[in-house]
């Protein structure tokens, strides 16, 4: 696997919509975009930061060198 200078270079987006009404507004969900593609959408606030914290672990956990069978 090659290694690419940004995630721009990968086509990989994200965008953040919240949806006003004439009283009310909703919390920001978020959609992760693939080549112009969903791959994930509406992820809350909460499931964005799971994701990270996923994604966090799986660099520490490689850059440690650890073997998983």
């Known amino acids: 696997m090659s290694k690419r200078s940004s995630v721009a270079d990968c086509n990989i987006f994200v965008s953040a ?5 004439g009283t009310d507004k909703s919390p920001y ?14 992820l ?5 930061r799971e994701l990270i914290e996923c994604l966090q672990h799986a660099l520490a956990e490689n850059e440690k ?5």
């Not at 919509?17 to 009404?21: G, L, Q």
């Not at 969900?29 to 509406?42: A, I, K, R, T, W």
């Not at 809350?44 to 964005?48: F, L």
């Open 17 to 21: 919509e919240c949806k006003y009404s």
């Open 29 to 42: 969900l978020y959609n992760v975009y693939h080549d112009g593609e969903y791959e994930m959408e509406s």
């Open 44 to 48: 809350t606030a909460d499931e964005v």
């Open 65 to 69: 060198g650890v073997k998983h069978e």
